[in-house]
Each structure stands twice: as C-alpha cells, then as structure tokens.
C-alpha cells in the first residue's frame, strides 16, 4: 500500500511539472515576435549604429523584444518604433518592409541617410509614417499609395527630389502631409483635393512650380504652407474663405 500511495505521488508530482511546463512554454511562445519582425530590428540596429544609440536597454538581449527600447508588440506583431532623436546614423534597411504590421514608424531627428527604401510600402498597415529630420535623399517611394491607412506623412527637413507623387490622393485617411524643407520639384498634384480629411498641408521650401490648386478647397484643410517656391497664379478663391485656415504663401510668384 506505500508503495501504491508513493507512486501515485510521484505520479501526481509528475503530472503537476508537465501542466506547469507547458504553461510555461505556452507563456514565453506567446511573448515571442513574428521572426521576421524581429530579424528586421536586428537589421535596424546594425544599419544604423545602434551601439551608438542613446537609448538602445534591452536591444539584441534575451529579453522579450516588447522590453526593447522603443518598440510595442501587440500579440506576436511589432506595431510601433519610436525612436526619435536618438542618434541614429546611416540607411533604413531594406527589410523594415517585412515588418508587414507596423502601424507607426517614428525615427525624426536622426541621422539617417540614403534613400527610403520601397519596401517600406510592404507594410500595409502603416497609419503614421515620420521620418523628419534627418539627411534622406532619393525620392518618395511611389508605392506609398498601397498604405491606404496612412494619416500622417512628416517627411521634412530632408533631402528628397523628384516630384510629390500623385497617387497621394488614393489615400483617403490621409490628415496631415509635411513635405518642407526638401528639394522637391514640380506642381502641386490636383489629386490631393480626393484626401477630403487632410487638415494640414506643408510643402514650403521646396523648388515647386505651377499653380495651387482649386481642389485643395474641396478638403478640410485648415493650414496650407506653400512659403518659399516659385509657384504662379493666383490663390484660390476657395481657400480664401476658410473660418479659422492659415496659409503660408510668402516668397512665391503669385500674382
């Protein structure tokens, strides 16, 4: 009967450390990310000097890449990168496009350089998109129009040329574009007029051209920077009737 008995606990002992194990492992499966989610930081942080970084706790650790300086990770997915003005030096890797769930990248006031890379339109999912600040050169990429959910642009204060795409106004959630301070050439795209909730719109001091267009009356938008371009004609007369709208339309050739 002693026996019978101590089996029995051992047995129950043993079933106790299996249940417990597997809860265990259950737990820290969950806590880990998509491995490319988390490759693609690795990329980030050797691309741009993260062993310089200001802040970088727990970055390339064991630790749980939702305890990364940073980044949030909902379930398994990252969905936010915060890391601005916290010297980062060099190009965006290619591979940020295979965090395919990212809804907010946040990178102004680095250093970073060369060009966006197109695979950024991989993330699908993308709402906020700044990456003000710092040295970017190249152009838009101009399959930005696939981010159907993206509500802020903040580009500025860079170095990007070409022209500001037209397929801008295929995003419909659109609410705030900043495209200052670059090198940016061309006309104002009339297809901006079909982001019906842009609210702000900042494309001063630039090389732009051509005329404003009257479409941008047909927005919500209550802030239009256009200061410091070589844009001609006239102001639209729907833009002059805005309630509480400033525009910024100094150093043009506005007639």
């Not at 003000?132 to 204060?157: F, K, R």
């Not at 106004?169 to 495209?179: A, F, V």
């Amino acid at each position: 009967m002693y026996v019978a008995h101590a089996s029995r606990e051992s047995m129950n002992q043993l079933q106790k450390m299996l249940l417990a194990l597997c809860l265990f492992m259950s737990t820290y499966a969950g806590a880990q990310v998509f491995t490319s989610d988390s490759l693609a930081l690795v990329d980030l942080y050797n691309s741009t000097k993260g062993t310089e970084w200001i802040r970088k706790d727990n970055w390339l650790t064991k630790a749980p890449v939702s305890t990364w300086y940073g980044i949030t990770v909902t379930g398994n997915r990252v969905i936010k990168i915060q890391l601005s003005y916290n010297n980062l030096e060099g190009p965006l890797p290619a591979s940020i496009g295979n965090i395919s769930n990212l809804e907010f990248l946040y990178l102004p006031g680095n250093a970073l350089n060369g060009d966006i890379p197109t695979q950024i339109t991989n993330c699908l999912q993308l709402e906020y998109l700044y990456l003000s600040n710092n040295q970017l050169t190249g152009t838009i990429p101009v399959d930005l129009e696939n981010c159907i959910y993206l509500i802020a642009i903040d580009l500025s204060n860079n170095q990007l040329s070409g022209g500001i795409l037209n397929s801008f106004g295929l995003l419909g959630q659109l609410e705030m574009l900043n495209l200052g301070s670059n090198q940016l050439t061309g006309s104002i795209p009339a297809s901006l007029g079909n982001c019906k909730h842009l609210f702000s719109l900042e494309l001063g001091n630039n090389l732009l051209s051509g005329t404003i267009p009257e479409s941008l009356g047909e927005t919500e938008i209550q802030y239009l920077g256009l200061g410091n371009n070589q844009i001609t004609g006239s102001v639209p007369i729907s833009l002059t009737n805005l309630p509480y709208g400033i525009l910024v339309l100094s150093n043009n050739l506005l007639n």
